[in-house]
Every structure is written in structure tokens, then in C-alpha cells.
């Protein structure tokens, strides 16, 4: 139903940044909602921060003030500003598209927090 298409993941110092891109293979806006979930080893599959296609967004509670979901239609790109990382963001991060009820994954990308 749709690709997506992750990118930006990597290894930076803990307090530091990074910007994850999700490039979808459809219009954004025609997809219920769009958002990123994160993984680390040995953990279940959480979700960080969604965007309805309406604009409404939700954020988990441990990345509240640090994380920001954004879109750009133009682009049918969905972005995760992370700032004031810390080593416990460290996991493999996946975009996430609902359409008719269905979930869609990308491959996942990963982020590593370390010093």
C-alpha cells in the first residue's frame, strides 16, 4: 500500500541531535496517520510520536519536550527532530503508516547514543 523509506540514523554523543527522515511512496495526506516507533534489543516495539493526517500529533511521555513529528506534503516526508538525546533513545527507529486499519512498516534505522 505504501514504501517508506527511512533515513538519518547514527551514533552521537549523549545531549546531542539528530534528524530522522521517513519518505513515503504516496501522499502523506492520504494516509490516516504517520508517525515513528522505536525498538531496543531485547524490548518491544514502542511508539515515540504520531501525526494524524489532520495535523494533530502524540508524543510518548519519555520524549516529550525533546522529540518534535513534522510533515512536508510537498515531500511526502515525515520527520523526528530528537534533541537532548540520551543513551536510552538508543534503538533501532521505525516510520509507521496506517492506512485502512493497516500498519506499514519501514526497514528501520538505527540510533545510537553513546559518549
Known amino acids: 500500500q505504501v514504501q517508506l523509506v527511512e533515513s538519518g540514523g547514527g551514533l552521537v554523543q549523549p545531549g546531542g541531535s539528530l534528524r530522522l527522515s521517513c519518505a513515503a511512496s504516496r501522499s502523506i495526506f492520504s494516509i490516516s496517520a504517520m508517525g515513528w516507533y522505536r525498538q531496543a534489543p531485547g524490548k518491544l516495539r514502542d511508539m515515540v510520536a504520531i501525526i494524524t493526517n489532520n495535523g494533530p500529533t502524540n508524543y510518548a511521555n519519555s520524549v516529550k519536550d525533546r522529540f518534535t513529528i513534522s510533515r512536508d506534503g510537498a515531500k511526502n516526508t515525515v520527520y523526528l527532530q530528537m534533541n537532548s538525546l540520551k543513551p536510552e533513545d538508543t534503538a533501532v527507529y521505525y516510520c509507521?503508516?496506517?492506512?485502512?486499519?493497516?500498519?506499514?512498516w519501514g526497514q528501520g534505522t538505527q540510533v545510537t547514543v553513546s559518549s
Open positions: 509507521n503508516a496506517i492506512i485502512n486499519g493497516q500498519y506499514n
